[in-house]
Structure formats: structure tokens, C-alpha cells
């Protein structure tokens, strides 16, 4: 089972886009597709459901949302924003959540989305935080900081919790977090170019005892599956005629082939 937990579809959702995407997808089982930071997110989740309902068996769609805008989705406590957490789920068939919280300029543990988590918590909805690069110059990096996502595991222990892109830049605090909370994950996206990254990340991640913790991911359409399955199966040719230190292949070979529906409790169709 291959699972990239990591592609985007565009806000435009033209049909170009769309079958880049798909083709891409034919690499692996399936596909988590993010939806992206949108200002008007009700349109952006309703056609990233037009989208991935096309393709049940092999995609799966997770909702922007901003908490703390006028579109939040809060506490179960509060029927009207339940409803809408409801709409998300039942209505548009998405399975997860994703925040941007250094695009949309918010805390991590801001009161609105401590209040969302406490919903996504009870219906099982995972959330991913997508706070890495490419940023904005007017995103807040303070805000992309994974650390700040402890208060909000902490106070929400079974709320699956998936770190993007590593952190990055910030990835030892990633590996902390993740080796810290059982249900805090990072999400191995890469570029294949940036060989010396991949290496510190990798070798890092290992030497941490997390390896079990990485999600594969690709980042489409900054890279596809394909190559990165191709980069991270050949890691330790990178390390030719060197002395550095190198993983294990089976260990790599296993966040590559992890089933990371299985792992947030995802339904499969």
C-alpha cells in the first residue's frame, strides 16, 4: 500500500490541472488532496468534493478551514457550528481538514481552533497543518512553528495530527513533537533536488527513532510520487563514496509503504 498524503489541487480545478493530477495519482493506491488556502472556502471544499468523489477508491479530500475567519467550524457544544463541521463530512464526503496557519495569519491554539479541534477530535477528523514553504511574504513564519502545535495535542490526545512538509524549516522541532505525542505525524514530502536536505531530514528522522512516525508524501505538483518513491528508495546511493552515516532501506522502504489511511483512521472506499 502507497498513500501520498500529500498533493494539492488547484484553485482553478481546470481540467488540465485535473488529469495532471490524476495521472500523477496512478503512481500509488491513494491520494490525500488538499484542498488550498482559498477566500472563499465553501466554494473551494465544494469542488474539491466534485473532484475526489470521481475517484473514491483512490483519492481522498481534506477541507480547508479557517477557524477563526467568519467561517469557522467550533465546538460541539455549539449546534450551528457543529452543522457545518457536519457539512464537511457528510454533505461534501471530505475526511479530513487542513489549516494554514501561517498564510491566514493565526495561532496555532487560537480559541476558535482549539474549539475546532475539540469537534474534529470527537468526529475523527485528522487535521493537517501545511504551514512549510512555498510561503507568502506576508505569512506569518512565527505562526508555521511546530511547537506550538503542543499545547493543541495536549489538550486534544486522540486528534490525529499530521505536521506538513516536515516542519520546514523547523525540523527538529518536528521530530520532537512527533516522538512526544502518539498521534502527531510529519508528513515526508520532499523535493528531489534539494539532496542535502532530504539526507539531514532523513538520517535525523532515524536516528530520532521516528521513522515509524513519517508519512510519504509528495507535494504535487512542486514534485510527484514517482519522484520521490525514486529518490527515497535510492537514498543511500546519494551517500556514495562517502563516509556518512546511511539508513537502512527497509526503513525507508516502510514510511514509502506505510498505509497512512489505516494510520488516521480513515475510511477507504
Not at 510519504?216 to 556518512?244: H, M, V, W, Y
Request: glycine share 8%.
Amino acid at each position: 500500500m502507497i498513500v501520498d498524503c500529500h498533493t494539492h489541487l488547484s484553485g482553478s480545478n481546470d481540467d488540465t490541472y485535473a488529469s495532471d493530477h490524476l495521472a500523477a495519482a496512478q503512481t500509488v493506491d491513494f491520494c490525500f488532496v488538499l484542498a488550498g488556502e482559498e477566500n472563499d472556502a465553501e466554494d473551494t471544499n465544494k469542488r474539491l468534493s466534485e473532484y475526489v468523489n470521481k475517484h473514491p477508491r483512490k483519492m481522498v479530500g481534506f477541507a480547508f478551514v479557517n477557524p477563526p475567519s467568519g467561517s469557522a467550524y467550533g465546538s460541539a457544544k455549539n449546534k450551528g457550528k457543529q452543522k457545518n463541521l457536519d457539512y464537511i463530512t457528510q454533505e461534501l464526503g471530505l475526511q479530513g481538514a487542513v489549516l494554514y496557519c501561517s498564510s491566514c495569519g493565526f495561532h496555532p491554539a487560537h480559541s476558535k481552533a482549539m474549539s475546532f479541534y475539540e469537534s474534529a477530535e470527537q468526529l475523527g477528523l485528522p487535521v493537517f497543518f501545511h504551514n512549510g514553504p512555498p510561503l507568502k511574504s506576508q505569512a506569518h513564519l512565527g505562526f508555521a512553528q511546530p511547537f506550538l502545535l503542543d499545547e493543541v495535542a495536549r489538550a486534544f490526545p486522540s486528534l490525529k495530527i499530521i505536521i506538513g512538509s516536515m516542519g520546514l524549516p523547523f525540523v527538529e522541532q518536528t521530530l520532537a513533537m512527533v516522538a512526544k505525542h502518539e498521534n502527531v505525524f510529519a508528513d515526508l514530502t520532499l523535493r528531489p533536488d534539494n539532496v542535502w536536505q532530504i539526507y539531514n531530514i532523513v538520517v535525523s528522522a532515524y536516528e530520532d527513532g521516528v521513522m515509524d512516525k513519517l508519512l510519504f508524501g509528495s507535494g504535487f505538483p512542486f514534485s510527484t510520487a514517482g519522484q520521490c518513491i525514486e529518490t527515497l528508495l535510492g537514498f543511500n546511493k546519494l551517500l556514495a563514496d562517502t563516509n556518512l552515516p546511511n539508513v537502512p532501506r527497509g526503513n525507508i522502504r516502510s514510511v514509502v509503504e506505510r498505509d497512512s489511511l489505516e494510520v488516521l483512521g480513515l475510511n477507504r472506499q
